[in-house]
């Protein structure tokens, strides 16, 4: 299940509290992503960096060169970056709703 139907179902489902969605992911990864592939290597980078200016990566390798493929190392590389992304905005929005309670 990718994010979009994720927050489909969340949407259907009426949870209306404050909460992390897709659409803040893609507002605070504002520029394209940068990839890298190290030479000699099986190893893609993805970058991001977010509005603020902190930077993201999330990695992807393979163990056989037979199965390397630049466009789905730099897919799963993206993905994995925007993961943390996830995690960070995780983090900033329950510590928003736990200075407001207080």
């Known amino acids: 299940m990718n994010d979009q139907a994720i927050e489909q179902e969340i949407q259907s ?3 209306t509290a404050p ?3 897709p659409q803040r992911i893609d507002e605070v990864c504002h ?3 940068k990839f890298h592939v190290f030479q000699g ?3 893609t980078v993805c970058c991001l ?3 603020n200016g902190f930077t993201v990566t999330g990695e992807s390798a393979c163990a056989s060169p037979e199965n390397f493929n630049r466009e789905l190392g730099e897919k ?3 993905q994995k970056a925007k993961q943390k992304v996830w995690a960070l905005e995780g983090y900033l ?3 928003r709703l736990s200075e407001a309670a207080a």
């Open 76 to 78: 799963i590389a993206l």
């Open 13 to 15: 489902k009426g949870l």
């Open 41 to 43: 290597t099986m190893l």
């Open 93 to 95: 929005l329950r510590q």
């Open 49 to 51: 960096e977010l509005a």
């Open 31 to 33: 520029k394209p992503p």
């Open 19 to 21: 909460r992390v969605t």
